[in-house]
Structure formats: structure tokens, C-alpha cells
């Protein structure tokens, strides 16, 4: 039965009948037992950890999109990292435009509201893209759009340490998720590692969404949809979504087709399936499809980090997954870099 909760300890975690409401949709899993595990050569003979494991399936296979808590960045950190961000957008368009995002910096950068489009349709946010950095000839052609370095903004000061301290303990946390999702697949820990994601890319995109106006919606632009960020799913293995408190605007569509609230919940973050895992897990684990409308009229920052497989790393289903369709593989090979190539390269026409 897709979209409730994987153990009634979870109900039983929050007291407000509003998050419960919402939490009867989407899983959320104490990650802690794994956290402080993940690394530990018997983890898998950790009750514990495969418990975890146990939880990180069910909510894999049924929704692909999941909270998870107990996973050691600390909840100040977290708020500072939005706040951050809250910061650098309040800034005047030309100290933004400071950093701006352009092909020839290998799309990394700020873009301004309606410079992101998802297929086709403008989305309402402004947002500053920052990638692993990729060196000259580091990918061959394979890699060639996204080369370059990160550009950091001098302002907040702060900015850039915060940030890069925040990544990599994305980054790790990632990597542990990734373990228990690999013996989730019936794999060993470090399925996901060495020539799969031993090297992993990565993407991390700060947003920020307008207020909703009293009267039709934000008035920013003239043909806006009010679509903060279109419909679509993420490219790569595991997304964590660090989102504003109180603000209630991320929906996910479940397997019915129906679009159902990811509210925030302080503290935790919201995990979602990315592409290429679904290609690994051969679609066992989907990669939920998402949107984001803030009809809130308060501005809204959300801090997505995205965790990937190595760049050049060609991707298909793990051999215990190809056969359980009738012995038919059910989707095919991918580069992942292709892949996100690809995205964004139809992500800013207008550049
Ligand atoms: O802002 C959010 O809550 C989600 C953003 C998102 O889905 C994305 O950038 O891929």
C-alpha cells in the first residue's frame, strides 16, 4: 500500500496534526543506526542498520521520496545554510549579476527569475548553480560544457566556506545513504562506489521562490504560470532537499497520479531517487517526479544537493536487478554525464 508511513514509531515522532496529516504520505527514516555504522566492516550484521535498510527499501519501491532524520548535520547548520542563501538573493540584481551564469562559465552561476525553464515553461525562481569542478580536458568532449570552476560570491563573506562545508558533509552523508541503499538492492555496501560513484559528481542549486501576490499570484513576470519549478524528475542517484520552515510548497506525484505536499519538516531533509538509480534498481525504485508552486506569500529558499554516480560512469542495472523482468533489461545504458548534459543544456535556452 504506497504512500504511508513505514513504521507507526514515525507517526508517534510528531505531535502536530498538521505535519501528521502530511506525513501519512510520505515515509520518513531515522537514519542514525546506519550514520554511524555505514562504515564499520560489520554493518551488515547490525540490527540496527538493517533496519534502516529495511525502512530505506519500503520507502524506495514505494514512493522514492522520503524524510530522513537522525542523520548528523546539525539543524542550525542547516537553517544557516538557507539563511545564507536568503541573503545573497536579497542583494541588488547587479551584485548578483556578479556571478552570472553563462556558458562560457560552464553554467555555473546565478540565474534570475524566469532564466530556468522547465520543458519549455519559465520557472519562477532565481537560483545560483554551483557543480564539482571539472578541469580542462578532465572528461574529454564528455565534459567540455560544464568545465570551469565555481563561481563563489563575495557577498555575504561567508558565503563560500559555509557552502563548500555544507557540501561535503552532504557529500558523506550521501555516501552512507547510498551503502544502505545498496544492501537495500541486495548488493554489497560499496555497490555504489569504486567505478559506479567512488568518484562522485555532484550538483548543488540554491533557489529562491517568490512570494505569491494577494491578487493573482506573483507578479514578477507577465506570462508567469505561478509554477516555482516545473514538473520533473532529478538526474542523478540521491537528492537531499534542505527547504524553508513553514513554507509549504514542494508536491511529489504519487503512484495514483495525484500530487501530494512535501511539507518541510525542521530538521530533516527530503531524499528523493534520482535517474540513474532507477536505471541501477532496473525502475524497482523510481525517480518520483516533483514540483514546487509557493503560493505562500513569503519568499521561499530551498538548498537542493544532489549526489551522482562518477561523471563519465556508463549506467545500467545492477546483474542482480536485469534479469526480473522475464529476463529483459527494462532500461537501457546511460552516461550519466550525457544525461545531465543534456538537462541542462535544455534548461537555459536563452543563454
Ligand atoms: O525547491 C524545492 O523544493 C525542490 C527543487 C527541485 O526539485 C529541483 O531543483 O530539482
Redesign the pocket.
Known sequence: MPWLPSTTATLARFSSPTILTYILSLAYVELDPLVSKADDPKMVEDPGVLEVVRQLHKACTEAGFFYVKGHGIPETLLKEVRDETRRFFELPYEEKAKIKLTPAAGYRGYQKIGENITKGVRDMQEAIDFYREVTKGMYGDLGKTIEGSNQWPQNPPTFKALMKEYISLCTDLARKIMRGIALALGGAPDEFEGQRAGDPFWVM?L?G?PGASPVNGTDVLKNDTGI??GA?T?YGLL?L?N?DDGIN??QVRNLSGEWISAPPVPGSFVCNIGDMLKIYSNGLYESTI?R?INNNSKYRV?V?YFYETNFDTAVEPLDTHKTRFNGNKKFERAIYGEHLIGKVLKNFIDL
Open positions: 542549486r533557489i521562490y516555482g519549478c520533473h532529478d537528492t532537499l527547504q510548497a514542494l516533483h514546487v530551498s537542493v
